[in-house]
């Protein structure tokens, strides 16, 4: 049976590098995991009067409906100030609500951090992955995902052609895999 993927992308920029990341990744999913990268950009910043009122945002309704559909999610976020970019946090708390209907519990993840820099997005990884553990989330601990010097990995292209590379890349993916046929 098919599993439904998510991909959910913490940086809005056309030419996001961590965009580019992913693009990589999921070209190393196996057969019968499909990868949909899911819209986040266009959530309003989440206000539990919206649920509260009932007074919900369509783009909510779609994404939460979206999500519900999925099997398990990939994250891959860059690091802004430490930390994980609001546009991530964001989706995550409109996954969450209204109480008792979040769409992530129990939900298989991985999370993959990309960074310019040489700390790798460490600080972004690890605040994603504290909410993670609140909203009981399986998420790959091995290997662990932490990208640095990523404009050294990709061509002009958008792609990683390095083997080392694409070999790490493959077990984190591998890993991932095992988890999701766990669940
Ligand atoms: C608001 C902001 C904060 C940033 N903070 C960090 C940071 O804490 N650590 C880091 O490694 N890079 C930081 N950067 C640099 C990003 O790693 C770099 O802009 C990267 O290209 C962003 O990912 P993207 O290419 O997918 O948009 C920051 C960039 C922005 C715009």
Do not use: C
Request: net charge negative; glycine share 8%; proline share 5%.
């Amino acid at each position: 049976m098919t599993k439904n993927i998510a991909v959910l992308v913490g940086s809005l920029r056309n030419g996001s590098f961590t965009k580019q990341i992913a693009n990589n990744f999921v070209k190393l999913l196996p057969e019968g995991f499909e990868p949909t990268f899911v819209e986040i950009g266009n959530l309003p910043l989440y206000n539990q009067d919206f649920d509260d009122e009932g007074n919900v945002p369509a783009e909510y309704t779609e994404f939460r409906a979206t999500m519900e559909k999925m099997d398990a999610v990939m994250f891959f976020t860059p690091e802004y100030n430490r930390s994980v970019p609001a546009v991530l946090k964001n989706a995550l708390d409109v996954g969450s609500r209204p109480y008792g209907a979040s769409v992530w519990d129990k939900m298989p993840a991985v999370i993959v951090s990309a960074s310019t820099g040489a700390i790798s997005g460490f600080g972004a990884n690890h605040h994603l992955r504290q909410s993670l553990v609140f909203l009981n989330m399986p998420v790959v601990q091995q290997p662990e995902a932490y990208l640095g010097g990523v404009t050294d990995m990709l061509n002009d292209n958008g792609q990683v052609t390095n083997e080392g590379t694409l070999g790490f890349f493959q077990s984190i993916v591998d890993a991932f895999v095992d988890l999701v046929n766990r669940y």
